[in-house]
T-cell receptor, first 115, second 113 residues
């Protein structure tokens, strides 16, 4: 396994611009999560995919946010009309099975700064 | 809304000292996980505990899940500079549509040589 990868690692954008992040999970992991982490805080759940189906979205995910996982492989998270409050680390995690002992493997994150 | 509070928020100690980090909630969780996160990286899983009262040891780290499965503690013996990082507890609820994790507020540990 090469681990979960995320691209880009860093993104600086101006308020009002759209941004898109990509997550490549560990191959054959059918479960994929997106979390958001602001400075000094723990990650907060955003959304979850099982294969290509988006099964849960947090209330944190406003209408400006959209996530996809076509073909159940990589996933993208798009933020439209970015706001300064969107500045955070966006983390992706994947796992191969559910249950009590499920292990979510996290990627290195994409750090977004909205000016 | 389920919340996990960690204490202390910050901890700066000398190499060789012992420390305990606490993770508390008013909610019951099916499982409790501890992660360590280094700057600019994603969290890395240290341990998962699932049974009330369970104790797990990982070298110098000892993890305990409370009897009522609402709280947990992490004890580090003889801390080393390599233990420096952000320690996060996270609760999971098995049986729902997802195994999304509810993360605690984090404890930033700095071990001085």
């Amino acid at each position: 396994d090469t681990g979960v990868s995320q691209d880009p690692r860093h993104k600086i954008t101006k308020r009002g611009q759209n941004v898109t992040f990509r997550c490549d999970p560990i191959s054959e992991h059918n479960r994929l999560y997106w979390y958001r982490q602001t400075l000094g805080q723990g990650p907060e759940f955003l959304t979850y995919f099982q294969n290509e189906a988006q099964l849960e979205k947090s209330r944190l995910l406003s209408d400006r946010f959209s996530a996809e996982r076509p073909k159940g492989s990589f996933s993208t998270l798009e933020i439209q009309r970015t706001e300064q409050g969107d500045s955070a680390m966006y983390l992706c995690a994947s796992s191969s099975a559910g249950g009590l002992l499920e292990t979510q493997y996290f990627g290195p994150g994409t750090r977004l700064l909205v000016l | 809304t389920q919340l996990l509070e960690q204490s202390p928020q910050f901890l700066s100690i000398q190499e060789g000292e012992n420390l305990t980090v606490y993770c508390n909630s008013s909610s019951v969780f099916s499982s409790l996980q501890w992660y360590r996160q280094e700057p600019g990286e994603g969290p890395v899983l240290l341990v998962t505990v699932v049974t009330g009262g369970e104790v797990k040891k990982l070298k110098r780290l000892t993890f305990q899940f409370g009897d009522a499965r609402k709280d947990s503690s992490l004890h580090i013996t003889a801390a080393q500079p390599g233990d420096t990082g952000l320690y996060l507890c996270a609760g999971g609820n098995y049986g729902g549509a997802t195994n999304k994790l509810i993360f605690g507020t984090g404890t930033l540990l700095a071990v001085q040589p």
